[in-house]
Every structure is written in structure tokens, then in C-alpha cells.
């Protein structure tokens, strides 16, 4: 009996050790890895030439990678691009880096903003990665700091997500976040000041917003990986339908799939209060902005008949 025990409770302490450990698991994706698996998705590879690429080029599937080389001569637009995305880090401590993409039915979607009601029948499936290695581990980990400042500006709490969606230790970390699309839109739906507002735009423009809403579903998810000095970005997703390109690009990609961790419903029902917040404090500051200039007018045209 005391064997048993004994069996039971290391069982249970390895696999303590296994939840924890994999908790904490950073994907590390290299360089040449990242090339790799671009040729075996059977990307098309495309130069780093300054024109973008074309939409039909997406459906099909794109990638391109960077050497030293290409990162010398393109030193100016990489470090605006790294400004941009507020790290402060050199263009010179950038040793490579690589991006691809593929997605479908975007056009589809582009037609469908004409009309709201053809939402409910667009099928979009997309997903892009993004490689970068750096000279430095911590040149690296200044990504996850600007993560880390980014979800204080959105007033996110580092302390509300779970450690499947965020971590960070000496030289590695991560940042996960998935939205399942029917709960978010459950969530607006619940929403008393967004359903009124539908409600009323809806008897405008003869759309069923509650309708459409609660008909849609699929995925947006993202995660970005630190480990060492190789940093790995890969996000997509998709609309009425399931998220396969994220799912392929993750898997063939070696990386940990955003899509398979759960939605964080505390902090997008948050996120959704503190936008409506935003937007009727914008509105009252609008029509309080109107009722003074109208005032100002009777005013005026007051002393005038005087």
C-alpha cells in the first residue's frame, strides 16, 4: 500500500512538473527554420524590392528572408519600421529576418462592406509569420518589454492573463492571445449600450445586426515567441470557417498554435467597456461642442436684432 502511495505521488508530482514546465516553453523558431518550413508549405518566394505584394500573390502564398546583406542596404526602412513598433533597438543588432503570408477570400470580404448583410456568408482564412534574429539576447528581449508597455497603454494587467497566454524570464518569453469571434460577439450582443446602438443602426440601414452578430464565428489569434536571440511573430485567423492556414503555418512552423489557448473573456469584455466608455464620452463632448456653438449663434443673432 505504501508502494502505491509512493507511485501515486511521484505520478503526481511529475506531472506538476510537466504543466509547469510547459507553461513556460518558449518556441523557438531560427532563421533557417523559418525558411525551411516556408518551402515546405510551398510559399512562393519573393524578393525584398519595395513594391508589396499583390492579393492574387497572397491566396497563393508568399515568403520572403532577408540575409545581412539585404538587411545593410535596407537599414533606413527597417529601422523606421522598428521605431514604429516602439522598440528601441538598432538596425545594425538585426542579423536576418524573414516574413510570410497567405490568405483567402479577401476580396470576397472587400465586397462585402458594401453591403453588411453579405458578412454572415464571407469565408476568410489567413495567417502571416514573421522571423527575426537579433545579434544580441537581450536586443531580443527589448520585444517582449514593448509587449509589456503596449498592454499597459490598452490597460491590460500583465497579472490577468493566464501563463498560457503570457511570459517572460531572463532570455525568453511569450505573448499568446486568442479571440474566439461567436464569444466576442456574444459579448457585444450583451453589451446594453452597443445592443441599443445596433438596434437603432439597424432600423436605419434595414440590417438584423443582432441577427449577423450571432451567426458569425471563427478566430483571430496571435503569439509572439522570444527565445535567445530569435524572435517568431505568427497571427491570422478566420470568419466563418475553421482557422486552417494558422493552424498549417503553426504546426509546419514548429511554433506553439494561439488558436488552441482559450479566450481571455475578462479582458475582452473589459477592452469592450472601456471602448464604449471612450465612445460616449466622445459623443457627449461632441454634442456639448454643438450645443455651445448653437448657443453662440442665438447669442449672436440676438445682439443683431438688438
Not at 527554420?33 to 492579393?55: I, N, Q, R, S, V
Not at 490598452?154 to 461567436?182: P, Q, T
Amino acid at each position: 500500500m505504501k508502494k502505491i502511495k509512493a507511485i501515486v505521488c511521484v505520478l503526481a508530482l511529475a506531472m506538476t512538473a510537466s504543466v509547469f514546465a510547459g507553461c513556460s516553453k518558449t518556441s523557438k523558431v531560427s532563421a533557417e527554420k523559418f525558411e525551411k518550413a516556408c518551402e515546405k508549405l510551398k510559399l512562393e518566394e519573393f524578393e525584398f524590392d519595395g513594391d508589396a505584394p499583390k492579393m492574387d500573390d497572397l491566396e497563393d502564398g508568399i515568403y520572403a528572408v532577408a540575409d545581412d546583406d539585404v538587411v545593410e542596404k535596407q537599414s533606413t526602412a527597417i529601422a523606421s519600421a522598428i521605431k514604429k513598433a516602439g522598440l528601441d533597438i538598432d538596425a545594425d543588432g538585426i542579423v536576418s529576418f524573414g516574413l510570410a503570408a497567405k490568405a483567402t477570400g479577401l476580396e470576397d470580404a472587400k465586397d462585402s462592406l458594401k453591403d453588411p448583410e453579405d458578412l454572415a456568408e464571407v469565408k476568410i482564412d489567413g495567417a502571416f509569420a514573421f522571423q527575426i534574429t537579433f545579434k544580441k539576447e537581450k536586443q531580443a528581449m527589448d520585444v517582449m518589454e514593448a509587449i509589456e508597455d503596449t498592454l499597459k497603454s490598452a490597460d491590460i494587467r500583465v497579472k490577468d492573463l493566464s501563463s498560457k497566454e503570457y511570459y517572460s524570464g531572463k532570455n525568453d518569453g511569450y505573448l499568446r492571445f486568442h479571440i474566439d469571434i461567436a464569444k466576442l460577439a456574444k459579448l457585444i450582443l450583451e453589451n446594453d449600450d452597443i445592443a441599443d446602438a445596433l438596434d437603432e443602426a439597424g432600423k436605419k440601414s434595414k440590417v438584423d445586426y443582432e441577427e449577423l452578430l450571432g451567426s458569425l464565428k471563427g478566430d483571430i489569434a496571435i503569439a509572439v515567441e522570444v527565445s535567445g536571440t530569435d524572435v517568431f511573430i505568427i497571427a491570422g485567423g478566420a470568419l466563418n470557417q475553421k482557422a486552417d492556414t494558422l493552424n498549417k503555418f503553426a504546426s509546419t512552423f514548429g511554433a506553439t498554435n494561439p488558436v488552441k489557448v482559450p479566450m481571455n473573456e475578462k479582458i475582452c469584455k473589459e477592452a469592450l467597456d472601456g471602448a464604449i466608455e471612450t465612445y460616449i464620452s466622445k459623443a457627449k463632448a461632441a454634442m456639448a461642442k454643438v450645443s455651445a456653438g448653437n448657443n453662440t449663434t442665438t447669442e449672436t443673432e440676438t445682439d443683431d436684432d438688438e
